[in-house]
């Protein structure tokens, strides 16, 4: 029981004190964070900010100039073939023999590592429910089929972590909706640690257990999706009768930049302990409140708030 504990806690990836530095230029900085099997991680950052650089390192694509990379334990620096064995990756719109069906796809790849059985083509089929299609041609296939028949090629081999990069990309609602439950599943059902790259914030906030942001480099932080969410500033949108007047009010008398909605509603950028006193302020002010109503927030404007406004790459 004790070795199955320790697995369990065992990272599938850790990242140690890793930096890259190309001539003069720190490209990564000490980047150090550890992703679990079972959960799907999101990484974003800024454009520029170096993630695509982090993934290809992870991938052994690109070599670290400092620190190392732990897949399941070993070394990509001293041990890459048991490293990259346990990882499969989808780098935006998986490759395939169009003229072939999917299932033909999965065979052919299949020939290339040792060891894959037939029946372990039928369990990857079933995994991403493409058993009704599987033996048509891939020219036939939606996109989103395609994105699944890529997740399947990558699973082939078993590895314990799988790296998405764009998943959705091109994908329509029902696709992405879709391609959100199925990694959900998988990472539960397989305890498989799911590593998505995206620019489609509003996605990742419902597709992620945990994000890890890094901007210019460095590590912002790595913290569960609602925790992240849930520092730093909040909003509320309170409905007065006069909203221009409570607009320059709680400007003029508490220094807070609402912003003015339309007649009667402005929504004012506060921390939860001082609405009391944003309400008290318009009160004493003789304006009429009807409604204080606090203001939900996305990942995208936390994500904003704490890289100064810089776009997702």
Same mark, same amino acid.
């Given at each position: 029981m004790a070795n199955n504990a320790e697995a369990a806690a065992q990272p599938a990836v850790r990242l140690e004190h890793v930096?890259?530095?190309i001539g003069r230029k720190t490209i990564i900085d000490d980047l150090s964070f550890d992703i679990y099997g079972g959960e799907v991680f999101?990484?974003?950052?800024?454009?520029?900010a170096g993630k695509t650089t982090t993934i290809r390192m992870i991938v052994g694509l690109m070599r670290m100039t400092q620190g190392n990379?732990?897949?399941?334990?070993?070394?990509?620096?001293g041990d890459f073939k048991q490293a990259i064995r346990q990882v499969g990756a989808i780098v935006e719109n998986p490759e395939? *023999? $169009?003229?072939?069906?999917g299932y033909q796809n999965l065979i052919h790849y299949a020939r290339m590592i040792p060891g894959i059985s037939k029946e372990r083509i039928l369990e990857v089929i079933k995994l991403v429910e493409l058993q009704g299609r599987i033996h048509e041609k891939v020219k036939h296939y939606s996109l989103g089929m395609r994105q699944r028949l890529g997740v399947a090629q990558a699973l082939l081999h078993h590895p314990s972590v799988l790296i998405l990069d764009e998943p959705t990309n091109g994908l329509d609602p029902q696709g992405i909706h879709d391609l959100r439950? *199925?990694?959900?599943n998988l990472s539960r059902e397989e305890h498989v640690a799911i590593i998505v790259s995206s620019?489609?914030?509003?996605?990742?906030?419902l597709m992620c257990d945990r994000i890890g942001i890094i901007q210019k480099g460095k590590l912002i932080g790595v913290e569960t999706v609602n925790d992240f969410i849930e520092k730093g500033s909040s909003k509320v949108r309170i409905q007065v009768d006069d909203g221009r007047l409570a607009a320059q009010t709680v400007k003029d008398k508490l220094a807070i930049d609402a912003v003015f909605i339309d007649d009667?509603?402005?929504?004012?950028?506060v921390e939860h302990e001082k609405i009391p006193v944003v309400v008290d302020?318009?009160?004493?002010?003789?304006?009429?409140? *009807?409604?204080?109503?606090?203001?939900? $927030?996305?990942?995208?404007?936390r994500f904003l708030e704490v890289t100064g406004g810089k776009s997702v790459e």
């Open positions: 930096s890259k530095k999101g990484f974003l950052g800024p454009n520029g990379i732990y897949i399941q334990g070993h070394s990509i620096k395939m *023999y $169009k003229f072939l069906t439950n *199925y990694l959900h620019h489609l914030l509003s996605e990742m906030q009667t509603t402005l929504e004012v950028p302020t318009l009160v004493v002010s003789k304006i009429k409140i *009807y409604s204080v109503i606090a203001v939900a $927030k996305s990942l995208e404007d």
